[in-house]
């Protein structure tokens, strides 16, 4: 079958689902939806579809069949909710939602409803986070010792000035950690496994038009034993790259944004070196470090194609919004230990 999209939104990340679209086999864009007409109409006439009056009129176009969520983050639950009522499918942008009880709602009514929800951790599918994932489960890191993410990103003043939502807890749900940083949460827990613990710090640091925070650091105990960091800034200049540390007693991997840059383990074999080598040729990684629109949308291809598929019944579906929960959680949880001063325990579902 062949999928009609339709986009809530019109900001920066719409442009990523939509070019990804166009690249679908099995899927269109039948058109968008903001609450600035001036902006759907230019977004529409760019990616050649209809610009829509309402978000009630997209809905009701039964040539629509899956809605794509691209609005600010503590509004995905309510458009993700009229979505599923109205018995499209969803593809919710990162966060799905901004607390634990917002992604519970979601869940329950795509149960009701009979559709499929995902939330949109397109980083699950950079290569080398794919070969870790492989790596961990056929268990060549040994025991699990530190997982840590870092996220020293860079965004000017006039970054958060320039877009409403951005750096209000009433439309962000928080901030570096959140709305940046959650991309990093997703993949460590997808490492490492559940999240036993957690105790954090969290400030302002770098920029004084902020509701929110914009550098946290939080002290993670996993429930396998292994600890782990997680930093998250958008204040250090000039920005690098985001990268996760996998150690174990048999082996570690770290990964900079897409590349590879340490592969190694006590049993090596010979693809490790053909591993090596292909990130060697690669280069240096892409990255958002301080412009979030210096990325391609080729990842956003990937699961976005993984998403018709499983629509079709073709292949499992990779980010089901139970998984997108998961970081919610995780960062829930930071921003209560930020607030209490206490260690957080977390109880995953």
């Given at each position: 079958m062949n999928y009609g999209f339709g986009i809530l939104g019109t900001?920066?990340?719409?442009?990523?689902?939509?070019r990804a679209i166009e690249t679908l086999s099995g899927g269109n864009f039948i058109g968008v939806y903001s609450r600035t007409p001036e902006k759907t109409e230019e977004f529409s006439k760019r990616h050649h579809g209809k610009a829509y009056s309402s978000y009630?009129?997209?809905?009701?176009n039964p040539a629509v069949h899956v809605i794509t969520i691209c609005t600010p983050s503590a509004?995905?639950?309510e458009h993700a909710i009229r979505a599923i009522e109205a018995g499209k499918h969803v593809l919710?942008?990162?966060?799905?939602?901004v607390t634990v009880a917002g992604c519970d709602r979601i869940i329950a009514a795509a149960k009701k409803y009979n559709v499929v929800v995902a939330s949109i951790f397109q980083n699950r599918f950079i290569r080398g986070a794919q070969l870790i994932k492989d790596a961990l489960d056929q268990e060549r890191f040994g025991r699990l010792v530190f997982g840590d993410a870092y996220v020293k990103w860079f965004r000017s003043k006039d970054y958060y000035a320039d877009r409403q939502a951005s750096g209000t807890l009433a439309l962000d749900g928080g901030g570096a950690l959140m709305n940046q940083a959650i991309h990093a949460v997703d993949?460590?827990?997808?490492f490492m496994g559940p999240v036993q613990s957690v105790f954090a710090y969290a400030d302002t640091l770098g920029h004084d038009n902020l509701k929110v925070e914009d550098t946290s650091v939080a002290v993670l105990r996993f429930a396998n034993g292994a600890m782990g960091t997680i930093e998250a800034s958008t204040s250090v200049y000039p920005g690098f790259f985001k990268t996760l540390e996998i150690s174990g007693t048999r082996g570690a991997a770290t990964l900079e944004e897409e590349s590879l840059v340490n592969w190694a383990f006590k049993e090596e074999t010979i693809d490790d070196d053909i591993i090596r080598e292909e990130f060697q040729e690669l280069g240096e990684s892409g990255g958002g470090v301080s412009d979030p629109a210096a990325i391609d949308n080729q990842l956003h291809t990937a699961q976005f194609q993984n998403f018709i598929d499983h629509l079709n019944g073709e292949d499992d579906?990779?980010?089901?919004?139970?998984?997108?929960?998961k970081a919610v959680e995780i960062v829930e949880a930071i921003y209560f230990s930020v607030k209490t001063g206490h260690s957080v325990s977390i109880n995953p579902s």
């Open positions: 900001g920066t990340v719409a442009s990523f689902h939509a009630a009129e997209m809905l009701a509004l995905h639950g919710i942008e990162k966060p799905m939602e993949m460590l827990q997808w579906l990779a980010i089901d919004a139970k998984e997108g929960r």
